[in-house]
T-cell receptor, first 113, second 115 residues
């Protein structure tokens, strides 16, 4: 079945460090891929998305490229801030399933000043 | 942007009672809403897909008689946890689908504690 696998957390970085959170997926068909962020005590927010191979999603300094050949959608940011501390979820949506999302297990990021 | 609200944000109930959680799309109409359950430090598990005016579609392993879903209007879906037990304690999150299949807006979640 369709699934998403993320690197395990927690990830602890110093401010201004480079961030990579790995995400790989298994899917039938051609999924759309997403990164969602959940700040403490809040609901999920869409961070970025990519709907086809080689698309790059970007937002707030975060980027992820849809790599069909490696079935990956790794999240990167060149310089993290304390305010980026949150849980990050990779997710996919399979076509013709009404927008149903399948989430990875989430990666907690903690950025220290 | 599109806003989804949930009510209540927190609820504590006694074992054996029922609890209703509301999910509203505040500034758009949503023909499809989703209900998720999130355990501490774990991912979101899709429980069911709620379509306005029709029966909800439940994921495998989710008891439809225990988790009653009603999508009575284009802006409101409700989840009722019937005969709640301590193992039903969890964080319940709803989302509403936007105009395109891959736009999904999430509510802030409801923390249910069953004592």
């Amino acid at each position: 079945g369709d699934s998403v696998t993320q690197m395990e957390g927690p990830v602890t970085l110093s401010e201004e460090a480079f961030l990579t959170i790995n995400c790989t997926y298994t899917a039938t068909g051609y999924p759309s891929l997403f990164w969602y962020v959940q700040y403490p005590g809040e609901g999920l927010q869409l961070l970025l998305k990519a709907t086809k191979a080689d698309d790059k999603g970007s937002n707030k300094g975060f980027e992820a490229t849809y790599r069909k050949e490696t079935t990956s959608f790794h999240l990167e940011k060149g310089s993290v801030q304390v305010s980026d501390s949150a849980v990050y979820f990779c997710a996919l949506s399979v076509p013709n399933q009404g927008g149903k999302l399948i989430f990875g297990q989430g990666t907690e990021l903690s950025v220290k000043p | 942007g599109a806003v989804v609200s949930q009510h209540p944000s927190r609820v504590i109930c006694k074992s054996g009672t029922s609890v209703k959680i509301e999910c509203r799309s505040l500034d758009f109409q949503a023909t499809t809403m989703f209900w998720y359950r999130q355990f501490p430090k774990q991912s979101l598990m899709l429980m069911a897909t709620s379509n306005e005016g029709s029966k909800a579609t439940y994921e495998q392993g989710v008891e439809k008689d225990k988790f009653l879903i009603n999508h009575a209007s284009l802006t409101l879906s409700t989840l009722t946890v019937t005969s709640a037990h301590p193992e039903d304690s969890s964080f319940y999150i709803c989302s509403a689908r936007g105009q395109t299949a891959y736009e999904q807006y999430f509510g802030p979640g409801t923390r249910l504690t069953v004592t």
